[in-house]
């Protein structure tokens, strides 16, 4: 018995941060149930405090070289740290915008938090895992949480259709995703990538088992990110959900989405990096086509930025199908980036929402200069960022991406990223001409309250002194690829 003590220790102090957030969801769940309706602020307190400690935790048990837990299947690296920090980041800015719109819908309730804590329970154990029992587990965990926090709005029939069609075409994804699971573990003997990695390195692309297990797992990881040709469900989703669940379903669950693609293709089957790289060029291609081009066509706001989501996916198997660390890299800093310009587009959004209104059309935003100059200085920045103008963050890591993909002598896909870019352009810069030059619809007043403006303030100037400094993000996200 005490021969195992010392291993379930560092076990445990490995989990803290994840079991940080596991209390503070049981915390809430329970504590909701004694609270009367006018204590109900207390759950959004509660739920803040405990993201705040779990990112308080990554960086007490962070730094230095990967440890692992639980025989192995839980890894703790430079990459699990980085990512997770991320995730708590963008889930305290949630939060914190969605409080005024969910208050005014009668959704500020304890169901709301505690989904939204397992969800990110799920996410971060999707980033640390080190085995695809692990790895599935986290995303299944994730997946439930999001089926029911689309659903959430019960009076909403959009929102009931946006969660049928999300459940039924998730389940599918998960469904191929087993199935490549199934026949990588039959193909290895084993769940652990590190098992994988072995088989693929003796057998190589000569396993056709290995090779067809390598087919599915990338099509689970493409509905994931929500990647061309499976991303049907995106645009739906996006339109028919609470403007509060789309801000954390278009940031976090990226974020755990590159984890996994990372896990399974980097350390899992790299051997077969010529074969997977090939896919995720074509991959890539569509996804920058079609998200950018398609994007252009859209008078709701929430599907444009849908599609946006299909072309920034693109940049970021750009960054992986190039298979350097300076690619790799590059992919995460996009994943990053990405989920903080996200996260503010959709804060604003929910910040300009009046009562029942919800800011649906592009031309909800006609004349907010006007109605609100702060906000529309922060959506231009975000809008600018997103297309790629310098000097924000959205530039550099567009950048980084291409010089990656250069370095490998694939200059014909930049020159294709970098044309369907400018295309994309377009579509953001519309965005600020109306919030500019155009005249309100309706003269509306914004009313937010200070913690939002807050958060909105530190989220653009992290998109713009991350543009300018980027040195800092980009040597962690260097350090979890080690050559």
């Known amino acids: 018995m005490t021969t195992h003590m ?36 207390s759950n959004h307190s509660l739920t803040l405090a405990g993201l705040v400690a779990a990112l308080f935790a990554v960086g ?7 440890s692992f837990a639980f025989t192995e299947s839980f890894v703790r690296d430079p990459m699990s740290d980085l990512l997770k920090g991320a995730i708590l980041v963008v889930t305290v800015l949630t939060f914190v915008y969605a409080k005024d719109y969910m208050r005014e819908r009668d959704m500020w309730v304890g169901e709301y938090h505690v989904l939204l804590l397992f969800a990110v329970l799920g996410a971060m154990i999707m980033v640390s895992a080190n085995g695809f029992l692990t790895l599935y587990l986290g995303l299944e965990l994730l997946s439930l949480c999001l089926y029911a926090l689309v659903a959430f709005d019960r009076d909403s029939k959009q929102g009931a259709e946006a969660a049928m069609k999300y459940f039924v075409l998730g389940a599918l994804g998960s ?17 652990a990538f590190a098992d994988v990695a072995a088989a693929v390195a003796s057998q190589g692309n000569g396993d056709q088992i290995l090779v067809f297990g390598l087919v599915f797992a990338l099509i689970g990881i493409a509905f994931k990110f929500g990647a061309v040709p499976f ?16 801000l954390f379903l278009s940031s976090a669950p990226k974020i755990a989405a590159f984890a996994m693609a990372a896990r399974i293709l980097i350390e899992g089957l790299n051997g077969l990096q010529t074969d997977w790289g090939d896919i995720l060029v074509i991959l890539a291609v569509l996804s920058l086509a079609l998200g950018n081009v398609v994007a252009i066509a859209q008078q709701n706001i929430k599907r444009m930025l849908a599609y946006s989501t299909i072309s920034h996916v693109g940049f970021i198997f750009l960054g992986l199908l190039a298979g350097t ?14 989920a903080l310009m996200s996260a503010g587009a959709f804060g604003v959004l929910l910040m300009m929402s009046y009562r ?12 907010l200069s006007d109605r609100d100059p702060w906000l529309a200085a922060m959506m231009a920045l975000i809008m600018f960022s997103m297309a790629g103008v310098p000097p924000m963050v959205g530039f550099i890591a567009k950048l980084m991406v291409l010089e990656a993909v250069v370095a490998q002598g694939m200059v014909w896909l930049a020159i294709v990223a970098v044309v369907f870019s400018i295309i994309g352009a377009f579509y953001y810069l519309r965005v600020v001409k109306m919030i500019y030059f155009d005249k309100p619809v309706a003269d509306l007043p914004v009313t937010t309250n200070a913690s939002a403006r807050v958060a909105i303030t530190v989220n653009g100037a992290l998109i713009l002194l991350l543009g300018m400094y980027p040195a800092a993000l980009f040597s962690l996200c260097q350090k979890a690829f080690p050559i």
Not at 20 to 36: F, G, N, P
Not at 60 to 66: F, K
């Open 60 to 66: 007490l048990v962070g730094g230095g070289s990967a």
């Open 175 to 191: 469904g191929m995703l087993l199935y490549g699971i199934s026949m990588l573990y039959g193909a290895a003997g084993g769940f």
């Open 356 to 367: 029942a209104q919800d800011v649906q059309n592009i031309d909800d935003l006609k004349g």
């Open 231 to 246: 991303h049907m469900w995106l645009p739906d989703v996006y339109q028919g959900a609470p403007t509060s669940i789309v």
């Open 6 to 41: 010392p291993s379930i220790a560092s076990s445990l102090v490995a989990i803290l941060p994840e079991l940080v957030i596991l209390v503070t969801a049981c915390t809430v769940l329970v504590a909701d149930l004694y609270t009367r309706e006018d204590q109900k602020e």
């Open 325 to 338: 660390q300076q690619g790799y890299a590059s992919a995460m800093f996009y994943s990053v980036v990405y």
